[in-house]
């Protein structure tokens, strides 16, 4: 009679499998934006305005001492399809620091109100 096989097998998640792939994303910014002492609407429409000539896919890193940001941030980009990223580390810093990655197809807000869906032409 034979033993059971007591063995696990390799876990490919595991940190210690050099044939795990780097499975994090990158958060490296390709756009960093200080909104320090701007509130919602303001850093809104000074983050809508810096983004618009980036690519999909840009990861924009947003400084902000909003103590709404948490809550505004990610409701904006659930409005306009951006991908919000949360709150990175960086060092150095006082301030919170906020990331989303750009999506391809954003849905456009109006130019001075960034919480209403700009008019679409039918």
Avoid at 43 to 59: D, F, M
């Amino acid at each position: 009679m034979t033993a059971p096989d007591t063995t696990t097998p390799s876990d490919p998640a595991a940190p210690d499998n050099p044939a795990t792939p780097d499975l994090t994303p990158d958060l490296t910014p390709d756009l960093t934006i200080d909104g320090t002492g701007l509130l919602c609407v303001r850093l809104l429409l000074r983050l809508r305005a810096r983004i618009a000539h980036l690519p999909a896919g840009a990861v924009v890193h947003i400084h902000t001492t909003d103590p709404a940001a948490p809550l505004d941030l990610p409701a904006w980009c659930h409005l306009t399809g951006h991908e919000y990223l949360g709150q990175v580390p960086y060092e150095a810093t006082d301030r919170e620091v906020y990331g989303l990655r750009l999506t391809s197809a954003p849905v456009l807000t109006r130019p001075d109100r960034p919480w209403h869906p700009a008019p679409t032409a039918d």
